[in-house]
C-alpha cells in the first residue's frame, strides 16, 4: 500500500471516528401553525403545541434544513428551537428501534411531532434509553 492509500483510509477512517448519529429535540414558536414541509401545501400544520423528535447522521444540516422550512416569509424569523441534542455511536437502525419504542411509551400527533406537555417526560425518557 502506499502512502497516500494509507493517507485516505486514515481520512475515512477519522471521518467514521467523528460521525456521530444523533437524536434531536425541537419546539415551535410561530405565531399561526405553519406547513411541515416548506411550499408543499398538502404536508400537515406544526404550531406551538408540539415538539419533534428525531434522528439524523448529520445534525447541522438537519438544522440548516429547519432553519428553512420553518421561515416565515412576513418577519424573516425561523421559529424553532433546538431543545436537547444526544450525540450517539447507535447506529440508525439501532435509533429508529427507540424512535419505535417511543411512539409506544408517548401519543404522537403525526410521525415523530409529540405534545409539547410531554416534553420532560419525553428527555427523560430519551436520556434513560441512550445512556
Known sequence: MTSCESTKLSCRFLVYIYTMNSVYLFSFNMQTPMLSRRHVPQSFKVDNSMIKVGI???LDSRIRDYRT???CSACDVSHFQV?????TELSIKEL???EIKLK???IA???E????NDLNKI??????ELT
Open 56 to 58: 439524523t447522521k448529520n
Open 69 to 71: 422550512t420553518y421561515k
Open 83 to 87: 431543545l436537547q441534542t444526544w450525540q
Open 96 to 98: 429508529q428501534a427507540i
Open 104 to 106: 409506544a411509551n408517548f
Open 109 to 111: 400527533i403525526k410521525g
Open 113 to 116: 411531532y409529540f405534545d409539547k
Open 123 to 128: 428527555t427523560k425518557w430519551i436520556d434513560g
